[in-house]
């Protein structure tokens, strides 16, 4: 117990102590703190006299990286916490860029200390690391040993769970990132950035437990966005008295604003399902050709398949309605699977290290639309390799018709994965139906080129080898490199370990 109060209390005992600023008052501050971060990149920026406000509220915390974003304001009541751009590092990276990362603490660090001398309390050196590598204790170790012998500030970094899991050694302290859904019974860490949603009323709720749960501490630091902040007290001026009261060390209760009258929110993947359903059902209607060849190619698969190879059945419409409709099961697919394994800090993980892949806002549509288009291209790159290499294919429809049927399973897999979402499930059952999904797509190109190969009058296995075997160490390829590869796998493991 000894130990975990010293773990608790000291860092703020150094933190509170600026070296230039040992003399003043302020420093000298023990108890409640709040600190208002600004965030690189957003279009927000504070002014004069909502920094003067804050200030004389009692909060002496500013959490910035870039000096433009104080541009023309007066901070001088104010110790800096000085926030970092390395943001969602992942292991490869801290292990082959540690002398970069080390350089661009150095220069921001000295830009900020020539032009506010002696006010940084705190340096952080990473923002989300991949805490639950193993590897990552001694490269982060390595990282901040290399930065204190320059940096006279104690050194942090800011974790991306409600409960820091290890403090490497060159560090004073870490900061835990706490959202609505995750704010722990008890204290975990001393210094806690709040990330509040898009909901007033669960964000007050769960501010209002973190404040009450920092009361058990002799000293803490709560970091609020700056955004957030002065916008709650525009359209709540009272609660200055909470905050006021939770710096005096009271506690206070927030007026929680009542429940707003609002229509459920749109449900994207229930929605997709239910179209998707919907144009299974009208294809399988109104198309005769398609109705026929479903049932035949399941249950009577051989004279099935030497109709299509003998171009009886002719009409490629169907073969094509099928592939579109499985672009959009893969996007959904995508999009399912992300909103249960990922949660939205990991997405933004993902979203740092493949800006590419995604559009601004919403990054599960993002991820649905890569799915969709992901699986165009991929099926007519498959489609036309089988046709390419096999004389005794003389019709698109052929191969369209092979290739295309046995894709249905995915329908069913993508509805159990919606519904599971839906009821709340494990991450085992995802990933077995995630397994089963990429299964069904590797069987179909295979039992598609197999079958074709058999009408083949010679070099049938010259052809199966340059088609299911060529295919399959492809397979084998993308798979090694989403597990070993550190440029797909290292940010693909962090997004999954928030």
């Known amino acids: 117990m000894l130990q975990l109060i010293y773990a608790l209390i000291l860092p703020w005992l150094i933190l509170t102590l600026p070296a230039s600023a040992a ?43 870039d000096p433009a974003q104080m541009q023309n304001l007066s901070i001088a009541p104010f110790f800096i916490l000085l926030k970092s751009d390395i943001r969602f590092p992942v292991i490869n990276q801290l292990r082959t860029k540690r002398e970069l990362f080390a350089e661009l603490r150095l220069d921001n660090y000295r830009e900020i200390n020539e032009t506010w001398p002696g006010q940084i309390a705190a340096v952080e050196v990473l923002s989300y690391p991949h805490e639950k590598d193993n590897r990552f204790l001694p490269l982060a170790s390595g990282l901040a040993n290399s930065l204190s012998a320059q940096i006279d500030s104690p050194l942090y970094f800011t974790s991306g769970h409600p409960e820091p899991l290890a403090l490497p050694g060159g560090f004073s302290f870490n900061a835990a990132r706490v959202t609505p859904t995750t704010v722990p019974g008890r204290p975990a860490a001393a210094f806690t950035e709040f990330s509040p949603n898009e909901s007033d009323r669960e964000s007050l709720i769960a501010l209002n437990h973190l404040f009450n749960s920092k009361a058990e501490l002799e000293s803490s630091v709560v970091l609020l966005p700056a955004e957030w902040f002065f916008n709650l007290l525009d359209k709540q001026p009272e609660l200055h008295v909470v905050f006021e009261g939770h710096l005096n060390g009271e506690q206070i209760a927030f007026p929680i604003p009542s429940e707003p009258s609002r229509l459920p929110g749109l449900n994207w993947s229930v929605l997709f399902l239910l179209l998707l359903w919907i144009s299974f059902i009208l294809h399988y209607k109104f198309q005769p050709v398609y109705n026929q060849s479903l049932g035949r190619y399941y249950f009577n698969h051989t004279f099935f398949v030497i109709d299509v190879m003998e171009h009886r059945i002719r009409n490629t419409l169907p073969g094509i309605i099928v592939m579109i409709q499985h672009a959009f099961i893969t996007g959904l697919f995508f999009y399912v699977s992300a909103e249960i394994m990922v949660t939205a800090l990991g997405l933004q993980a993902l979203a740092h290290h493949f800006p590419v892949l995604f559009l601004p806002g919403n990054p599960l549509i993002s991820l649905f639309l890569v799915g969709l288009v992901l699986s165009l ?104 490199m989403f597990l070993y590869n550190p440029i797909l796998a290292d940010p693909i493991r962090l997004a999954i370990s928030f």
């Open 23 to 65: 003399s003043d008052d302020r420093a000298e501050q023990t108890g409640n703190r709040i600190a208002l971060g600004f965030s690189t990149g957003q279009d927000f920026t504070a002014t004069q006299q909502q920094l003067d406000f804050a200030a004389s509220m009692g909060i002496d915390l500013i959490a910035f990286s």
């Open 377 to 480: 291209i991929l099926q007519f790159l498959l489609v036309g390799w089988i046709y390419m290499l096999n004389k005794k294919l003389t019709h698109f429809s052929q191969v369209l018709h092979l290739y295309t049927l046995p894709l249905h399973v995915n329908l069913i897999l993508v509805t159990l994965l919606v519904v599971l979402n839906q009821t709340g499930t494990g991450e085992f059952l995802v990933i077995t139906l995630s397994i089963l999904f990429g299964l069904v797509w590797f069987s179909s190109f295979n039992l598609a080129a197999i079958d074709s190969a058999g009408f083949l009058n010679e070099y049938k296995i010259m052809n199966i080898l340059l088609t299911t075997g060529i295919f399959t160490l492809l397979v084998v390829l993308v798979i090694w």
